[in-house]
């Protein structure tokens, strides 16, 4: 007996994750165009409804359009019964959101860094969050988690193994700031995050394969596959700032030599120029200087030589550049393209697009941002 009741919970809850699913996607939307896109029948649509407005997670709205006959109540997803936390660690940032469940930013706090070891991190965010919780408005749900991207290799567990550019290795932030909050953390690597903000929110919401290319101090690589975030056996893939481009090339942060990242990065553009900021480099192009662009167009055809190496091997309909460098679109756009002309395989070149990030700098907190919805939503 006990398996029928199981199975009829399930069956229960599975309709309703459906019917919220349709709301959020299609909203304003009727029960009966509900049931008529999912199939399901009416009197199982209308008692998901009604329990998704028990727990205030949708609302109705006055009439819509009659087809004949009464007219129908609308339904609209209620995406301010609770907010979420989106954190982007840099090399020389942290950013923080807070947003409503379909993504919109309401606060932010955003402050530059020069030094990264974990406590001096870890306090910054526990100001950004505290500062944040002082003013998130009130609602049923209020936080309803929190989400951490990182520019390292993160576990399933949500431990950061290795950050090289933070000087990071085996740092249990998922605990650390559930300990500290009480409320479901996520943590994910900064490429991937960045990538899936930008399929949700962003440059990519047209495309099934997508390669996100995060170009800040270090370089990761989120992967899109058929509109999944492919994360490998261990959740490690994308490490693509360490493919090799010199094998007898300068040291890299990871410890090897003649990586892509130590000649195609933010870090490799102010270590070649002798510069403070790459802002500073970018005002100076921008005042027509001839130096300041020699050195964007060479970094531009560095990473035009890594990209050419991700297309030749993935052949995906699009590449969104993102991150730091993406403020440079103007003077490294031109080398990349170029580089790519002439490099990768042609038939790869048949319609694929290459994009500049149309988040900026938020791709990868609203990533994370949405993972935490997401989670908060399945849970329902």
Known sequence: METITWNHQTVKKNNKALVLQMIIEKE???RADIAQITGLNKATVSSSVNELLEEELIYESGTGESSGGRRPVILHFNKAVGYAIGIDIGVNYV????????????????ESVNRTPYPAIMSKIQNM????????????????????AVPGIVNKNGTVLLAPN??????????D???????????????????????????????QNIIYISA?????????????????????????????IDINGKPCSCGSRG????????????????????????????????TAKSHFEKIGQYLGYGINNIIN????????????????????????RTTIERHTLALHQNGLHLDFSRLGKYSSALGVSAFVVENFIKAQ
């Open 313 to 336: 091997t993935f052949n995906p309909d699009q590449v969104i550049i993102g991150n730091r460098l993406a403020l440079a679109k103007e003077w490294i756009e031109s080398p990349i």
């Open 95 to 110: 950013l923080c959101v807070m947003t409503d469940l379909k993504g919109t930013i309401l606060l932010e706090k955003h």
């Open 166 to 175: 933070l000087g990071w290795t085996n740092i249990g932030l998922k605990k």
């Open 177 to 207: 700031l559930e300990d500290l909050y009480h409320v479901p953390v996520i943590i994910e690597n900064e490429a991937n995050a960045g990538a899936i903000g930008e399929q949700q929110f962003g440059a990519g919401q047209d495309y």
């Open 129 to 148: 969050i505290g500062s944040i919780l002082d003013e998130i408005p009130n609602s049923r749900y209020g936080l309803v988690g929190i989400g951490v």
């Open 216 to 244: 800040g101090i270090g370089i990761g690589v989120g992967i899109i596959l058929n509109k999944e975030l492919y994360q490998g056996k261990n959740g490690f893939s994308g490490e693509m700032g360490h493919i090799i």
């Open 28 to 30: 304003p939307i009727s």
């Open 259 to 290: 990586c892509w990242e130590a000649y195609a990065s933010e870090h490799a553009l102010l270590e070649n120029a002798d510069f403070e900021s790459l802002e500073t480099l970018i005002n100076l192009a921008e005042g027509r200087n001839e």
